[in-house]
């Protein structure tokens, strides 16, 4: 066998790499509690977690004391794009409340774009609601949602324009905010469209004005800037927001998830409890076809890559913000996105965000399609957890479109857990079939192949 195009990981030394095969072995090394650069930051894995919590310590990001974990919610916009309402929004906070999603934390019930009327008023210039969409207004609609015991997220654009041709928030700023707060807004969303010359070459200033302007109202909002991962938000928003987008949109299909994944890669290092990177809203049991392209297989994702893109969402400690239609959800999309043993990972105190330790790739692979033959591409993910845990997430990507791509295959994936986290004994659960595996200190190799799309998250804790 063949190694072809395998990347190089961050987390990988050359003398370290994976050998060409079927069962792919990660190589990094422990983290400890309380890191000390000189004894306990000399490994590659280690000296990333170290400055991960240096960076947390450092660069406190905007503070305001909230999303001190990956905010959890649910958003209009990837199932009904335009199509909001007050009803909408009202039945879908009371399905989050009666299947139990509220009580998992998913607590954020967000309005995105289409709420607003055509103009602002002509007397104070404030923005206002659709009076046919929203005919309380939104604040009435605010009441209810917080009767529920829910928070509400509102939609705004630091352009003139939304994205769908609504007045944006550009240079009323602090009028927009003021608004928000008086009807009881908890989370903005601010998009990126109809940008003015100088927001194309710096948006920074008008989204950090827009920060300050919502600190200055005194509520406590949830601050998400969505400008699609231009000019590097990583490096500037941590001061200033909550969350900001790293990419443009995702949308309901597995290469496009995929693709977005590999675009956290170097980001890890910016984000920590009170400001997280975006990868963008959850697609699981989103049923939406508006994407569908001639020469790709149709969205929407299926139960097993649903599964994997909420274990990488997990080990990302990315803001899960579903966006499926809760009056009528599958059963098994409301499993996968209520898994407790999931969220937690996401959900975990440290707030590190986890990072690609392995890929490994063999045959004839041309951007993720097998141009002939047989193919394999695994990857392994790995996130630190509080009280010296960990979660890995084990993944065969197969073909880039179709879980049933004849060229690919089940696979059987392994690390090293001496040389992933060092040296001891490590409980190892199987968090999406909700069973110990037992206790291993060598080589951890999956007991069942993985299907090609799916992903094994494993929880390994130390043994008490």
Known sequence: ATAHGARSSPLLTTEQAPQPARVLNAFSAKPAEGCSMVTR???????????????????????????????????????????????????????????????????YVNIDDCWQAQERDNETGRLVADGARFPNGIQAVADQIHEMGLRIGIYSDVGKKTCQGFPGSHDKYELDAKTFAEWGIDFLKLDTCALTFDERLDPQPDYARMSAALNATGRPIVYSICNWGKKDPWTWAPDIANMWRTTMDIYPQYARV??????????????????????????????????????????????????????????????????????????????????????????????????????????????????????????????????GSFAVALVNRGGRYDQDDSHFGPEVI???????????????????????????????????????????????????
Request: one cysteine or more.
């Open 41 to 107: 930051c000399s490994s590659p894995l280690a000296l990333l977690m170290c400055t991960l919590l240096l960076h947390t310590t450092l660069v406190l990001g905007l503070d305001n004391g909230l999303a001190l974990t990956p905010p959890m919610g649910w958003n209009s916009w990837n199932e009904f794009q335009c199509n909001v309402s007050e009803s909408l929004i009202l039945r879908q906070g009371k399905a989050m409340v009666d299947t139990g999603l509220a009580e998992l934390g998913y607590i």
């Open 258 to 387: 995929m693709s977005i994944v590999d675009d956290q890669a170097g980001k890890e290092t910016f984000a920590g409890p009170g400001h997280w990177n975006d990868p963008d809203m959850v697609e699981v049991g989103v049923d939406s076809t508006i994407f569908n392209w001639g020469w790709t297989p149709e969205t929407n994702i299926t139960q097993r890559e649903s599964a994997t893109h909420m274990s990488l969402w997990a080990i990302l400690s990315a803001p899960l913000i579903i966006g499926l239609d809760l009056t009528q959800a599958p059963t098994w999309a409301m499993s996968i996105i209520s898994n407790a043993e999931m969220l937690a990972i996401n959900q975990d105190v440290l707030g590190a965000q986890g990072a690609s330790v392995a890929e490994y790739t063999e045959g004839s692979l041309v951007e993720g399609v097998c141009t002939f033959g047989k193919c394999v591409h695994t990857e392994i993910w790995s996130k630190a957890c509080a009280h």
């Open 414 to 464: 392994s690390f090293d857990m001496a040389t992933l986290i060092g040296d001891g004994s490590f409980v190892v659960r199987d968090v999406w079939a909700g069973k110990d595996l037992g206790v291993f200190n060598g080589t951890f190799v999956t007991l069942e192949a993985i299907e090609p799309h799916a992903a094994m998250l494993v929880k390994l804790t130390p043994e008490a």
